[in-house]
């Protein structure tokens, strides 16, 4: 058997990456960026009044000028307009490009106008460039806003297209596809037996990439009979970059998957990991290199397994970044007697503090996934040592964001 963290290298060594395609900006939700954006100009693009008022030339108010009549009217949209009399003002609108010759904006809310005169109020104070954002202060022309590697957000949309990219250089969708094994399981809306259950590890797989927008993502159920998985597994292998099985992988007499992707080439890279739950996970590569995924068909191992070395794999495929380790500080002590990583759920403790706190929620069995619902993600508990304290600063990850 080999480490979680050994496991996850020799994952790494055998990732190919994904090729791009083109697609409208708008669409891009989800995708991985592949190119650099670069700002189209400066932003702002220009001086931008951020207040409706008057535009003046704030030198003017020092000579305690309170009066001062309207040359014109800048609307957001108008060409650059020019103050004439520094003595004067114009009134300008949310948006509008500050009037050359001026300064300084006064709000409406500070103003009386009347007869094309705008009087301020007693006793205010202005400062030079209030109430103006000023031309590249956001960033200037050429300047890199994203990298490759970013994964599209709905708040980058705007900055994207405010560089002039209506359409972006991404990462194609891997093509995956998920089969759950065994005679024993039926899907929900279907009569079941007392001797059968539902189906449920291939349907959360699917959601959790979904989740994570992988999209071209189809899940199939085969029965235990060694023919027909061949056949359907050799089917589903030439479809896809990623194959991902439940089930089979064990020492039972119909437990067909190790037998039958050796048969079809498949070559294995590692089977068993000093983990639990999920220790008789399976991972190979195809005769086209594609990545094939064989987990326990236990709810618990098959979630966890799917977070911990499916998605940061894809998501390397896909040219994203898997971010820092993320740590939580432990309410409780734990004591472990075996030298397996423990992949413990927990949900997080409510308090006052900044520090995020778990309390680690056990489960029966790998099969008792009624305890993960509700819990935010699991810590990391190293086989290495056997007491972990309260308090104890932990590894976590999270169910959402690999």
């Not at 650059?80 to 520094?86: A, D, G, Q």
């Not at 589903?236 to 079809?264: C, H, R, T, V, W």
């Not at 220790?279 to 094939?292: A, E, Y």
């Not at 618990?300 to 898997?322: D, F, Q």
């Amino acid at each position: 058997m080999i480490s979680p963290a050994q496991a996850k290298k020799l994952i790494a060594a055998n990732l190919i990456k994904i090729k791009n395609q083109k697609i409208n900006t708008n669409t891009s939700i989800g995708y991985t960026l592949n190119e650099t954006i670069y700002a189209e100009r400066d932003q702002p693009p220009f001086d931008r009044v951020t207040m409706d008022g008057i535009a003046i030339n704030s030198r003017t108010f020092k000579n305690n000028n309170y009066e001062f009549n309207i040359e014109s009217v800048h609307f957001a949209g108008d060409s650059k307009k020019t103050l004439k009399n520094k003595y004067c003002c114009i009134e300008v609108m949310t948006g509008s490009v500050l009037p050359e010759g001026t300064d300084c904006v006064i709000p409406i809310e500070r103003l009386t106008i009347k007869n094309n005169i705008a009087c301020l109020e007693a006793n205010y104070e202005l400062k030079k460039w209030q109430f103006i954002h000023r031309q590249g202060s956001d960033h200037k022309k050429g300047e890199k806003v994203l990298q490759p590697g970013h994964k599209i957000a709905p708040i980058d949309i705007a900055l994207i297209l405010s560089c002039g990219k209506d359409k972006i250089n991404v990462n194609d969708e891997p093509s995956i596809r998920v089969i759950s094994t065994g005679c024993e399981l039926i899907p929900a809306g279907k009569k079941i037996q007392p001797h059968q259950i539902r189906m449920s590890n291939g349907p959360s797989i699917v959601a959790m990439l979904n989740e994570q927008n992988y999209k071209n993502c189809m899940h199939h159920h085969l029965v235990d009979d060694k023919q027909i998985q061949k056949t359907n597994i050799k089917k589903y292998l030439s479809q896809s970059n990623i194959l991902i099985l439940s089930g089979g992988i064990s020492m039972g007499k119909a437990d067909f998957i190790p037998k039958i992707l050796d048969e079809l080439k498949v070559e294995c890279i590692f089977y068993k990991i000093k983990q639990r739950p999920g220790k008789p996970m399976w991972f190979g590569v195809g005769p086209k290199n594609q990545l094939v995924f064989a987990l326990p068909g236990n709810p618990v191992s098959a979630i966890t397994c799917c977070r911990h070395y499916i998605i940061p794999a894809l998501k390397e495929m896909c040219g994203g970044e898997n971010p820092d380790k993320e740590y939580v500080q432990l309410q409780k002590n734990i004591h472990l007697t075996s030298k397996l990583t423990y992949f413990l759920p927990v949900k997080f403790f409510k308090t006052s503090s900044a520090i995020r706190k778990v309390i680690p929620i056990e489960t029966n069995t790998s099969g008792d996934f009624t305890s993960l619902s509700g819990t935010s993600g699991y810590i990391e508990l190293s086989g290495n040592k056997n007491k972990f304290s309260k308090s104890e600063n932990i590894i976590f990850h999270n169910w959402k964001h690999p």
